[in-house]
């Protein structure tokens, strides 16, 4: 029992999203200091965040004293953000666009009132609701489609999860890999996180199509005590993430290649990977980019077009204690984790 409490621990503190300014320290610091290789730009304290803390608020107080440190890439991302803008003098005239770690409630909400009021936002082309011009020949790239399948299974507690890049996908493959073989996974002294640099059950608990997983372990279309999953995330949510981790985080390191080579520019890249998403829907291109997995739709993996009947949905938001924790263990009660470990 001890066993799963600190699996379910594990995932909590690894992805629960923090708020306001915590939240700004966080998401500056998980991505700039924890994927950097080599010596660490991270005040060259590399993975340990209390040594970072206590560094930058060295810099902080030193800044706020004399005024005559130089900017750092650090200083840019963790000093506070009245510090900008020449807030002291313009505060009266700015108007204050709220972020948090979902984007989809008051940022956009903040966004379209300002550029309704201001009469930037462009006129409809067609005064035709989403459902009738996608009903349009080749108007809309299709609600389902078979692109792609990456399922996960523990055969010992009967568990087939099936990752989506951008929907918790290391954390799960970690998991599973874990539930795979507990004994050897924790003889490697692993954590999920080293998952992304090399998956220790790589090829051993991973298929690639459901039929799959029924054939090699006989498992019935009718009730048979496995559980099929899959960690759903909200559309926009999952977009902001993959574009911060393969444009921003990516361009940071130096990676211009990837993006589909636009950098910062969000026009294009969402233009560009459009352009792919079509031609995948209907000239059957094949080619399979990192930007596609990231950003192609949820609905297109998993053999969900033949299979949606057979699987669970875990929701996954940036809170994850509120939402998937109760339901991913839920699952793991379900299929027993609990007795066996």
Known sequence: MHKVLLLLLFILLHFRAPKNEIDAEFSSHCPYCRVAEG???CNGCDKNMTC??????ERFKKQAVKGVLTNTFEDRHFYPQNWRCDIKKMRKKYEFIRYSSDPTKQLMEDLFTIARRQGKLPKRAKNISAQTLCAQKLACAPQFRKYETM?????KYK????VVQKSMSTMMTGAMCYLYDEKEYENTGRSFDDEFNGRLCKSQNEFSSVNDVRNKYNISLRQSGWSFSMVVRHPIDRFVSGYVDRCVRLLVMNATAQCN?????????IENEYKRLMQISYKRKTRRTMED?????????????????FFEFLPYSTDSEEEFMPHFEDLLQRQDVCTYI
Do not use: K
């Not at 970072?52 to 608020?57: A, D, K, P, R």
């Not at 399922?151 to 055969?155: A, C, K, M, Q």
């Not at 568990?159 to 099936?162: A, G, M, R, T």
């Open 52 to 57: 970072f803390i206590l560094s930058e608020y």
């Open 293 to 309: 997995a990231h950003f192609f739709p949820q609905v297109w993996h998993c053999d969900l077009p033949d299979e949606r009947e």
């Open 39 to 41: 010596p660490s730009p």
């Open 261 to 269: 080579g636009c950098r910062l520019n969000m026009t294009c890249f």
């Open 151 to 155: 399922l996960r299974v523990s055969p």
């Open 159 to 162: 568990i087939v999860n099936c």
